[in-house]
């Protein structure tokens, strides 16, 4: 079974303004709540075997979130949106529709 839900621009704006605002701004913490989002029941998974799925658009734009928040925050040995690129969300399913991420619940180990 495959888990639909709807992400905006604006939803995910906001996750970096808060997360901004904070002492130690950190991608994590963003990367986190991104999770939690496309998985509701994130703290009773022990792992994830995959990744969810999002479209290109939807990822080219947390891709550059990701990027212009660690140009800013993160120290200079981090690479700017390293985090997204090496654990955010696959584009490998081309019928996932701009703002949604889906979640296949074979890849949920609880």
Partial sequence: MTRKVKIFEKE??????????????????CLLILYKKAIPD?????????????SSKTANFMCEKFIQFDKKFAPPN???G????????????????DWEIWVDESILRY
């Avoid at 994130?42 to 999002?54: A, L, M, Q, T």
């Fill in 78 to 80: 981090v690479m700017p």
């Fill in 12 to 29: 995910i704006d906001q996750i970096f303004e808060k997360e901004s605002e904070k002492e130690n701004p950190n991608s994590q913490n």
């Fill in 42 to 54: 994130w703290d009773n998974v022990k792992h994830v075997e995959g990744f969810p799925n999002i």
């Fill in 82 to 97: 390293g985090i997204w690129i090496n654990n955010g969300f696959s584009t490998m399913n081309p019928d996932v529709p």
